[in-house]
């Protein structure tokens, strides 16, 4: 399942969401429905109530990238590297609300504010996940340690870090 994942995420990056429909409709599963934008207005955009989201990735007793990753729905982004990362240190930038439409609809899908908040294993060294969704109401934030949560967190995880592909940095 894992590996269909993160096959999945790969053509993210290289399709549009309607041609996932499609290969979702050829392998005979049901697409999510965040990939359908058939009931938005061509020039709507739904933040489905959240007004910011957040990763950070801690470091481990190896060479596990430590950085966290603040967005606003506006597109403001705000990035700090501490370590195993090509950027390091305090870093702006901007997304285009295009680029955030996709992970704001799957964190709705998933119900992130249902999930539990923690999520471990006793064992020791490895990376902690901080992943934050921010309401005008609420704000959660998930602790996935040892990478023990559920698979669409882990999802959303990567997502919010394949964004660091994607922004226009200021500085």
């Known amino acids: 399942m894992r590996k269909l994942l993160i096959f999945t995420l790969f053509l993210c990056s290289n399709l549009c969401a309607q041609d996932l429909v499609s290969l979702y409709e050829e392998s005979g599963v049901t ?9 938005y207005k061509s020039n709507e ?3 489905f109530g ?4 957040g990763i950070q990735k801690t470091s481990c ?3 596990c990238p430590a ?3 603040k967005i606003k729905t506006d597109g403001t982004v705000y990035y ?4 195993f990362v090509d950027k390091l240190g305090q870093h702006n930038g901007k997304l285009k609300r295009s680029q955030l439409e996709n992970i704001l609809a799957y964190i709705n899908e998933i119900d992130f504010m249902d999930l539990q908040d923690v999520y471990s294993v ?5 990376p902690s996940v901080y992943t934050m969704v921010k309401t005008q109401s609420q704000q959660k934030i998930i602790k996935n340690y040892a990478n023990t949560g559920p698979m669409t967190l882990w999802a959303l995880e ?4 394949q964004l660091l592909n994607e922004v226009r940095w200021l500085d």
């Open 31 to 39: 697409a999510p429905t965040f990939f359908d934008k058939s009931h």
């Open 45 to 47: 955009y739904s933040t």
């Open 50 to 53: 959240i007004t910011e989201i």
């Open 61 to 63: 007793f190896g060479h």
């Open 67 to 69: 950085f966290m990753l």
């Open 80 to 83: 700090e590297g501490y370590g």
């Open 122 to 126: 006793d064992i020791t060294d490895q």
């Open 158 to 161: 990567q997502l919010m870090t």
